[in-house]
């Protein structure tokens, strides 16, 4: 108000001049001349409040651009998050299978050990046996035969007895072998374990950078947009300067006034139909399809274009509220699926949110409430468990809406009456 006062003391003093030169004679009448220079001068400033809106304006626009500078990087690091998930999700697997592989070996060599061991003390028996008895050739053994019968009896037995030998030696050899490849086999796949999980430990510290990199953006984003804020609530004072100034105008401005109203009327109108053609394009692109489930434990809601994100927004020249979650747009119909895994806790009308889902969800031992609200129609129940990506609705336009969306919120813990526990979406879901 302080800046208006010149304004206003400029506007009386012409008004009472106005009147005056309605009451007193036509010598007077050169102080029309004084009104018509006060006229011009509050057309100048109206003027210059008008090129301010614009310049506003422009930088709005531009924050904007930012804003979507940003949500284009959230994109990009959700996709390098998700590649990272893939990765060690691969990496997890080829540690399980080599930890089975070296299971197997290892009791394989067990068994190679203890048939090598038992072999070495049979062999040490006889070693044993012969020092005890002496050694006896088998040479004595035949030429101690009484007849050729007994010969050939003896001479069989030392066969089998020198087959045994041989056979025993050949086994001990071999299995000697095959021990020594396992141990190498062992070692290598031992080798290549150590460096799997060195690999693993490595994607998961960089799977942590892409997680922070991605909460870092979201403050950023969060910053650009109380700037927005910021910057609407700037103009709207102006606005309001705006309307106050001509509200004091006099009676020979008031048909002027009107007709720039009129104007800026008409292009508000043609401006709100053109928005409404291109957002009627842009939901009559969606598909009705699922959307594709990231890896890791959290996806997004629903196929569309992202609409509108969590914190205060204008709601008008003159209002503004607090929004819990994030938007989504597309079709009315389109699916809309868990976020995680969990089990469904309501379903039903809930005032302004319209139609509501929530699912409830435990991660890493912290408890989670998914609210999706504005639905059409569900497709899940009270009590149902549901996986991550599951369909549980269709996306509609009940309750306090202004356009086919889902409106999601991400609440820590269990929902409450006040909401106090929303987080931004955008910490846990990628676009």
Do not use: C
Request: no cysteine.
């Amino acid at each position: 108000m302080n800046k208006l006062n010149k304004h206003s003391y400029k506007i009386i003093a012409a008004l009472l001049a106005l009147v005056l030169i309605l009451e007193m004679p036509v010598a007077y009448a050169a102080s029309l001349s004084d009104l018509k220079k006060e006229r011009s001068q509050i057309e100048a400033e109206k003027k210059e409040l008008t090129n301010s809106l614009q310049q506003k304006t422009s930088e709005i626009k531009s924050n904007q651009n930012t804003q979507e500078k940003i949500i284009g990087q959230l994109e990009q690091i959700g996709a390098k998050i998700n590649q990272t998930h893939k990765e060690i999700e691969l990496v997890e697997l080829d540690i399980d299978i080599a930890n089975k592989e070296i299971s197997d070996l290892e009791l394989e060599i067990a068994d190679l050990q203890k048939r090598i061991d038992q072999r070495d003390e049979l062999l040490r028996e006889r070693a044993r046996a012969i020092q005890i008895g002496g050694t006896v050739s088998y040479l004595d053994v035949l030429l101690g035969a009484n007849s050729f019968v007994d010969f050939i009896d003896r001479f069989s037995a030392v066969n089998t007895l020198m087959d045994a030998d041989r056979q025993i030696m050949r086994e001990q050899k071999e299995d000697q072998e095959k021990l020594e490849e396992q141990k190498v086999i062992l070692e290598t796949k031992k080798k290549k374990l150590e460096e799997n999980k060195a690999r693993l430990s490595l994607l998961m510290a960089d799977l942590k950078g892409q997680k922070a990199e991605k909460n870092r953006l979201v403050d950023e984003l969060e910053k650009e947009e109380e700037k927005l804020r910021s910057q609407k609530s700037e103009l709207q004072e102006q606005y309001d300067d705006k309307v106050e100034i001509s509200q004091e105008l006099e009676k020979q401005f008031i048909a002027e006034q009107r007709r720039l109203a009129e104007v800026a009327r008409q292009k508000a109108i043609e401006a709100k139909k053109k928005r409404d053609r291109e957002k009627a394009n842009a939901l009559s692109s969606g598909s009705g399809k699922l959307p594709t489930v990231a890896a890791g434990n959290w996806t997004r809601p629903a196929a569309g274009r992202y609409t509108s994100g969590f914190g205060r927004r204008n709601i008008g020249p003159i209002g503004s509220k607090n929004h819990l979650g994030m938007d989504i747009a597309n079709s009315i119909g389109t699916p809309v699926v868990a976020v995680a895994d969990g089990v469904v806790s309501y379903a039903g009308r809930m005032g302004g949110y319209g139609n509501v889902v929530m699912v409830t969800h435990n991660i890493d031992g912290q408890a989670f409430t998914s609210t999706y609200a504005h639905l059409s129609g569900f497709t899940a129940s009270v009590g149902d468990v549901v996986s991550k990506g599951q369909q549980i609705a269709k996306m509609g336009n009940t309750g306090n809406s202004t356009g086919p969306h889902v409106h999601l919120e991400i609440h820590v813990g269990e929902w409450n009456g006040a909401r106090s526990n929303a987080v931004n979406p955008l910490r846990y879901i990628s676009l």
